[in-house]
């Protein structure tokens, strides 16, 4: 084999190398965007679900009216979190079936 052409299979092995490092890296740097991004993707579906319903809408409205912004920000907070802890609490469960 030619120097030349022992130069060219070591730099490809180097280069294939360093692409295999890069996307390791790439995979994680994607895995945490792909959280956030669904954390969002959650928070938009469950907006345009309310949207949809003119009675969602209704009683918010007349929530706010009745109780003011903050306080039912703190319980739809609250509702919120309970809602989240039994959603994973159903999903333990389904597991162990």
Do not use: C, H, N
Not at 3 to 15: G, K, N
Not at 39 to 59: E, H, I, M, N, Q
């Amino acid at each position: 084999m030619s120097a030349r052409l022992r130069e060219i299979v070591r730099r490809r092995r180097l280069l294939v190398a360093l692409a295999t490092e890069q996307r390791g890296d790439l995979a994680v740097q994607a895995t945490e965007v792909q959280q956030s991004l669904a954390f969002v993707d959650l928070v938009w579906r469950g907006y345009r679900r309310f949207k949809a319903s003119p009675v969602a809408v209704a009683v918010v409205a007349a929530g706010l009216a009745a109780i003011g912004p903050g306080r039912m920000l703190r319980t739809g907070y609250r509702s919120g979190l309970t809602i989240l802890g039994l959603l994973r609490l159903i999903k333990i469960f389904r597991a162990m079936r």
